[in-house]
C-alpha cells in the first residue's frame, strides 16, 4: 500500500531546473533516506513533499490524495529541520502543543498528546524550560517530539544530526531508529548526505544527483549492486575503484583486460558486440587481497600505506598526484612504501559498467 | 573671515587636537613616567597599561563632566535658590509655587498623553510598516518614503504640519489639507461612519488592547510559571502596568460616550490647533509620523533577525499569517520592540520644538519642556525652571536606566 507517491515531479527556479521527472512510490511504514551530495535538490524534494515549495509540474500524492495544492498543514505530514526550528520564546510543552493549539484541540488531547511523546523522547524533566537552556541533542529531540504530537502520516526529517556534535550524532542517529522501531505503521522520509546515516537508517534509499534520482534501493542492494558508476563511489568509504579495460572475450561471463597487463573474467553476461569495448572494471577497496599469481588486476607500487591495525590502507597514486586506486586490507600488514604488489579481488565482487557509467546488471 | 574657511580651521584645530592629545599623551606615559627600560621594565610596562584606558576615556569623561555632569549639579542647586531673593536657599519652595500651578499640571497631564500615545502609535506603525513592507516589491521605496521624515528637523516638520492644519476665512480657499477634508463632511452618513462610528471603534479597539495588557501584565501573578524567573521588582512593575491599563480602560469607556454624541460644526472651516484636548493630538501626530521611520527600520531588522525556520514550522503547524505574525514572529523581537518603545518615549519626554513652534503651549497644549523654557528664558525664574528641569530629569532617568539595560541585554 503506497502512502506517498511522487508521479513525474519537477522543479524549477525560473529557468533553472532544479529536479527532473522524479518517481517515487513510498509504501506506509518505510523509512526512506533521500541521499546525495549537496545542492543535489534532497531539501527541495522534501520541502515540495512539506508544502513549502510549489511543485511546478507533476504530481504528489499522500494515501492516494492529490496534495498539489494543499496548505502544508492539512497534507498529514511533520517535518524536523536541520536548525531545530524551535520557537524560542516557547517553553518546551507550548513548542509541541502550539500546532494543537492553533488545530484548538481540546486541553486534555494536548496534555495527553504531550506526555506522549514526552514519555517517547524521555523529555518529561524539560517540559517548562526554554529552548536555549537544552543541549542540542535536547533541542533536536523536542523538535522530534513537536513532529509526533502531531501525529502524521509521514515524518519528514532535514539532516537532524549535521548540526550535532559526532558523539550526539551516532546517539540520536540510534534514537531515531529505535524512534521508527516503536513506530512501525509511520512513514518516514529523511534526507541526508551522510551514507553513514542513509546506510543505518533506511529501509530503502534514494540517491538523487543533479535533479534526477540515480538509484533506488535497500542499502546492501546498492552496496552489492550499484546501477551506475555515481552510486557506486557515492556509497562506501573508500569510494569504490574504477579501472579504465577494454573486453576481449563477451558470453556469460566477460574477460577484461586492464592496459598495464592485469586481467579478470567477471560472471556478469555480455553480448558479443560488446567485444572490443571500453568498459570501467569497478570493485571495491575492501575485496582487494594481494596475491602472487599472475591472474592480477593491478600490479603498482604503493605511494602510501596507512596502518590503522584494523585495517591498513594501501594508495597507488597516478601521475597527475590523485588516488588512483585504494585498497584496504584487513588486519596489520608490514608493507614499505614503494613496494610493488598485485592485487586482485574475488570475481563476484567485481562491476562492470559501460562506456556511459551504466552497470552492466542493469543493462 | 570667511566662515567656510573658520569651519576648516575649527575642523584642523580639533581633529589635529585629538591626534596630538592622543600622540604626546601616550607618549609621555610611555617614554617619560613608565619608560620601558631600566630595572622595572616589566613593572613599568604593566602601570602604563593600567593608565593607558584611562588616557583615552579622559576627553569623553571630561567633557561628559562639564557639559552634562556640572549642569546637573548646578540646576540641582539652583532649583532650591531663589531669583528675588539674590540667590538665597528656599528649600523646596520653587516646587511647591510650581505644583500650585495650574500650568505646570496641564504640562504634566498633556507630556503624560503624550507619552502614552506617541511611543505605542510610532511602534505599531513602524512595526506594520516594517512587516507589510518586507512583503512586497517595491518595499524599499515605500520604506525610504516612510524614513524620511527621520531626516527632517522637529520645527521643520512642524512647519509642515502647520501648514496642513492652516485655516482661512470661511470665504477663502482652504490652502489646510485637514480643512478642505472637513468640509467635504456636511452631516450625512458618510460623516457619521467617519467622525462617531469610526473613533468610537477606535476607541473600543484601544479599550480592548489595553485591557489584554491587563490580562498579560497580571496573568503571571496568579498562574506562577516554572522556569520563567521572575526579578524582585517585576511584580511591583507587573501591578503598576496593571494599574495604567485599568486606567486607560476607564477612560476610553468614559469618552466612547462623548465621542457618539458629540456636537460638530460641519460646514465652517475649524482653526485646529486652538480646539482644547484635541489639538494636542494634532501636535503629537507630528512627532509620530517622524518617529514612525525610525520604529520601521529598527523593527524591520529585527524582523528580517528572525530564523526563517521557526516560520516555515509555525506554517506547517498550521498557523495563518495573523498567528504567525503574533505569536511567532512579535514574541521573538520583542525585546527590539521594547527597545524602540523606551527610545521613542526619551524622545517624548524631552518634546519641546514641536510644541514651540505650533502652539507655544497656548490652547492647553503646554508641555514640560516648554513649560522650562517659558520660566527659564521668558520669565526669567531660574528657580522653578530649573525645579521643572529636575522633574523632567525624574521622569526620563528610570526609562533611560530600562532602555540601555535592555538594549545591553538585546545586544549580548
Ligand atoms: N530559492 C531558490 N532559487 C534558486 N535556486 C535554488 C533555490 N533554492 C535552492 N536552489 C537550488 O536548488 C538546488 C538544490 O538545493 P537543495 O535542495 O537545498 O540541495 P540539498 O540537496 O543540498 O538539500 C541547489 O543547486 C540550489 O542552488
Ligand atoms: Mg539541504
Known amino acids: ?363 | 573671515m570667511n566662515p567656510a574657511l573658520q569651519g576648516v580651521i575649527t575642523i584642523i584645530v580639533g581633529v589635529g587636537g585629538c591626534i596630538g592629545y592622543f600622540y604626546l599623551s601616550n607618549q609621555f606615559l610611555d617614554k617619560v613616567l613608565f619608560p620601558a627600560r631600566g630595572k622595572h621594565i616589566g613593572r613599568n610596562i604593566n602601570r602604563a597599561n593600567m593608565i593607558r584606558p584611562w588616557l583615552f576615556l579622559f576627553p569623553a569623561i571630561f567633557a561628559l563632566a562639564l557639559y552634562l555632569g556640572y549642569p546637573v549639579i548646578e540646576t540641582l542647586r539652583l532649583s532650591f535658590t531663589d531669583r528675588s531673593l539674590d540667590g538665597a536657599f528656599v528649600g523646596f519652595d520653587n516646587y511647591a509655587q510650581m505644583a500650585s500651578e495650574p500650568k505646570f499640571w496641564e504640562a504634566m497631564r498633556n507630556n503624560m498623553l503624550w507619552l502614552i500615545i506617541v511611543p505605542a502609535m510610532s511602534t505599531a506603525f513602524g512595526l506594520l510598516a516594517a512587516q507589510l513592507t518586507d512583503r512586497i516589491a517595491w518595499g524599499n521605496v515605500a520604506k525610504s518614503f516612510i524614513f524620511m521624515p527621520m531626516a527632517i528637523s522637529f520645527v521643520g516638520a512642524s512647519v509642515i504640519f502647520k501648514l496642513i492644519y492652516d485655516t482661512r476665512p470661511a470665504n477663502q480657499d482652504q490652502i489646510g489639507v485637514l480643512n478642505a477634508i472637513w468640509l467635504m463632511f456636511e452631516g450625512g452618513p458618510g460623516s457619521y461612519l467617519f467622525l462617531r462610528l469610526l473613533p468610537a471603534g477606535i476607541v473600543i479597539c484601544f479599550a480592548l488592547l489595553m485591557a489584554y495588557v491587563l490580562y498579560l501584565a497580571l496573568k503571571p501573578l496568579f498562574r506562577r510559571e516554572a522556569g520563567a524567573g521572575g526579578s524582585w521588582w517585576s511584580v511591583p512593575l507587573r501591578l503598576f502596568a496593571g494599574f495604567v491599563a485599568a486606567w486607560m480602560i476607564w477612560l476610553s469607556a468614559k469618552s466612547v460616550f462623548s465621542v457618539l454624541a458629540a456636537e460638530f460644526a460641519y460646514g465652517s472651516p475649524q482653526t485646529w490647533l486652538t480646539l482644547p484636548f484635541w489639538n494636542s493630538f494634532f501636535l503629537m501626530v507630528v512627532l509620530i509620523w517622524i518617529q514612525t521611520g525610525f520604529a520601521m527600520v529598527i523593527l524591520s531588522a529585527a524582523l528580517r533577525g528572525i530564523p526563517e525556520e521557526t516560520i516555515e514550522a509555525a506554517i506547517l503547524d498550521g498557523a495563518n499569517p495573523f498567528q504567525i505574525f503574533f505569536r511567532i514572529k512579535v514574541p521573538q523581537i520583542m525585546g527590539t520592540i521594547v527597545v524602540v518603545w523606551t527610545t521613542i518615549t526619551l524622545v517624548v519626554l524631552k518634546v519641546f520644538d514641536i510644541v514651540f513652534a505650533m502652539t507655544n503651549g497656548q490652547w492647553e497644549t503646554q508641555v514640560l519642556a516648554n513649560y522650562m523654557y517659558d520660566k527659564l528664558f521668558r520669565a526669567n525664574d531660574w528657580g522653578v525652571g530649573s525645579a521643572s528641569a529636575i522633574v523632567i530629569m525624574v521622569l526620563v532617568l528610570p526609562i533611560l536606566v530600562w532602555n540601555v539595560y535592555n538594549a545591553r541585554k538585546e545586544m549580548s
Open chain 1, 1 to 363: 500500500m503506497s502512502s506517498l507517491s511522487l508521479k513525474d515531479v519537477c522543479k524549477s527556479y525560473g529557468s533553472v531546473e532544479v529536479l527532473r521527472d522524479i518517481n517515487l512510490e513510498i509504501d506506509q511504514g518505510e523509512l526512506i533516506v533521500f541521499v546525495g551530495p549537496s545542492g543535489c535538490g534532497k531539501s527541495t524534494l522534501l520541502r515540495m513533499i512539506a508544502g513549502l515549495e510549489t511543485i511546478t509540474g507533476g504530481t504528489l500524492e499522500i494515501d492516494h490524495e492529490r496534495m498539489n495544492d494543499v496548505p502544508p498543514a492539512q497534507r498529514g505530514i511533520a517535518m524536523v529541520f536541520q536548525t531545530y526550528a524551535l520557537y524560542p520564546h516557547m517553553t518546551v510543552r507550548d513548542n509541541m502543543a502550539f500546532g494543537m493549539k492553533i488545530a484548538k484541540k481540546s486541553r486534555s488531547e494536548i496534555d495527553a498528546a504531550i506526555a506522549n511523546a514526552a514519555r517517547i523522547l524521555q523529555l518529561e524533566p524539560y517540559l517548562d524550560r526554554l529552548p536555549k537552556a537544552l543541549s542540542g541533542g535536547q533541542r533536536q529531540r523536542v523538535a522530534i517530539g513537536r513532529a509526533i504530537v502531531r501525529n502524521p502520516k509521514v515524518f519528514l526529517f532535514d539532516e537532524p544530526l549535521s548540526n550535532l556534535d559526532a558523539a550526539l550524532r551516532v546517539a540520536t542517529r540510534i534514537e531515531i531508529a529505535q524512534l521508527k522501531e516503536s513506530m512501525p505503521e509511520s512513514t518516514m522520509v529523511y534526507v541526508t548526505h551522510d551514507q553513514v546515516e542513509a546506510m543505518t537508517l533506511a529501509s530503502r534509499i534514494v540517491v538523487l544527483h543533479g535533479g534526477n534520482i540515480e538509484q533506488v534501493g535497500a542499502p546492501l542492494d546498492l552496496y552489492e549492486r550499484p546501477a551506475n558508476t555515481f552510486v557506486a563511489q557515492f556509497i562506501g568509504s573508500p569510494a569504490m575503484n574504477l579501472l579504465d579495460a577494454k573486453i576481449t572475450a563477451a558470453g556469460e561471463t566477460t574477460s577484461v583486460q586492464m592496459p598495464d597487463g592485469g586481467r579478470a573474467t567477471v560472471p556478469i553476461a555480455s553480448q558479443g558486440s560488446d567485444a572490443g569495448s571500453s568498459v570501467r572494471l569497478g570493485v571495491r577497496p575492501e575485496d582487494l587481497t594481494i596475491t602472487e599469481s599472475d591472474e592480477f588486476l593491478v600490479s603498482a607500487d604503493v605511494d602510501i600505506v596507512e596502518a590503522l591495525g584494523e585495517t591498513t590502507v594501501l594508495y597507488f597514486m597516478s601521475k597527475n598526484g590523485e588516488a588512483a586506486l585504494i585498497a584496504k586490507l584487513p588486519g596489520i600488514h608490514k608493507i614499505a612504501k614503494g613496494t610493488n604488489i598485485r592485487l586482485t579481488a574475488a570475481p563476484e565482487k567485481l562491476h562492470l559498467f559501460d562506456d556511459k557509467g551504466t552497470s552492466f546488471f542493469y543493462r
